[in-house]
């Protein structure tokens, strides 16, 4: 199972209208073949900080997800909300 970890600091006038978008974009990730789990947390601290968990069976359901409509809109529409993006990818080696 491959695993991203992504984390986004959010300029602060658009954290609401980010958190929505990127809810959205959750809900239909969790729909995608070959998508496990979609989780969106946010720091306690810090409300402009968001991570998401991602597990994927393999990097084609990583690919088909980066090329679907859903996300490509939604990295389209909040890419000026985003201050620093971080993503991370890993290997699951204990499910």
Sequence with gaps: MQVLLVEFCIHASFVPAFEAAIAENARASRREPGCRQFDVCRDAADPSLFYL????????AIQAHLQS????????????????KTVRRLTRTNP
């Design 69 to 84: 409509p859903h996300f490509l809109s939604m990295d389209s529409a909040t890419r000026d909300w985003v201050a620093t």
């Design 53 to 60: 968990y991602e597990l994927y069976d393999d990097e084609a």
